[in-house]
Nanobody, 122 residues
Framework: QVQLVESGGGLVQPGGSLRLACVAS????????MAWFRQPPGKEREFVAT????????YYADSVNDRFTISRDNAKHTVYLQMNSLKPEDTAVYYC???????????????WGKGTLVTVSS
């Protein structure tokens, strides 16, 4: 049974930082590209970032490029998202997901966790 458990969300002021983590189990972590998606309130889920198995290739949505950094620890089956210079428009539930695509779409993701809520507000 595949499980994805996201953590690290919370309330942060604009300009602040948060580090999200996602622990995966029940799948061969080293065989998947890992992705982060987010779903803002009242909006559709959207792509944020991906990282290849080796960690050498990363891809970001334009809206977070230069502010967010994705990383992974294959030994711990964990993927991270360091978020800096946060903006109110970054407010969303954040989800990690395994994928075979460097630029995945929501409909192609086989498994989802429950997500972690990030709220950026003063």
């Amino acid at each position: 049974q595949v499980q994805l458990v996201e953590s690290g969300g919370g309330l942060v002021q604009p300009g602040g930082s948060l580090r999200l983590a996602c622990v995966a189990s029940g799948l061969t972590f080293r065989s998947y590209i890992m992705a982060w998606f987010r779903q803002p309130p009242g909006k559709e889920r959207e792509f944020v970032a991906t990282i290849t198995v080796s960690g050498l290739t990363k891809y970001y949505a334009d809206s977070v490029n230069d502010r967010f950094t994705i990383s992974r620890d294959n030994a711990k089956h964990t993927v991270y998202l360091q978020m800096n210079s946060l903006k109110p428009e970054d407010t969303a539930v954040y989800y990690c997901a395994p994928t075979r695509e460097l630029r995945p779409v929501v409909s192609g993701i086989p498994y989802w966790g429950k997500g972690t809520l990030v709220t950026v507000s003063s």
